[in-house]
């Protein structure tokens, strides 16, 4: 129950968007910016929510049916965020910047102008694995992976490699 009121106190401003805070598995950024941490979302982190708090609610439902089924309308309300705000002109991004409802700034998608990267593997991957996303949604991904994605060398997380400046 603590992580789940751990993620609940997260939800960003009136959503079940879940902010970045102090970074996602494979600690490549851990931002240093509190505005970064606070307003942050990771869509592959989202699709881990999701799917662990979906399956969670289904399995306590059978002991605690009440506690299950709140986390089960987590879920619900979790994908109803991730469609709404985590799926901009069919590509999902590898993050956003959430401001607020009107002011959203995509990263690691089309729209972003400052990494130059457009395409980020995990979100794409994970919200397939996660049913997250509708059949439609992931023979996007799949087709964007394919033409975005696929070197001669395999398929790469990101469409180019991030800056690095020489920091940390």
Do not use: C
Not at 74 to 84: G, L, P, Q, R, S
Not at 161 to 166: D, F, T
């Amino acid at each position: 129950k603590k992580a789940i009121e751990s993620i609940e106190k997260r939800f960003l401003g009136g959503t079940k968007l879940i902010s970045y805070a102090g970074g996602d598995w494979d600690d490549t950024l851990q931002p240093a910016n509190k505005d970064l941490r606070d307003k942050l979302v990771s869509t592959w982190t989202m699709a881990l929510a999701y799917q662990a708090i979906e399956q969670l609610g289904r399995m306590i439902a059978l002991e605690d049916n009440e506690y299950g089924q709140n986390l089960s309308s987590m879920a619900v309300e979790i994908k109803k965020a991730f469609d709404t705000y985590l799926i901009k002109d069919g590509i999902i991004p590898g993050f956003i910047y959430f401001e607020d409802e009107n002011n959203i700034e995509y990263m690691l998608h089309p729209e972003d102008k400052k990494t130059g990267i457009n395409y980020r593997l995990l979100p794409m991957t994970r919200s397939i694995i996660s049913e997250l996303v509708d059949e439609e949604q992931a023979n996007k991904n799949i087709n964007t992976i394919k033409e975005k994605l696929t070197f001669p060398d395999g398929v790469r997380l990101m469409n180019r490699p991030a800056n690095y400046e020489g920091g940390v």
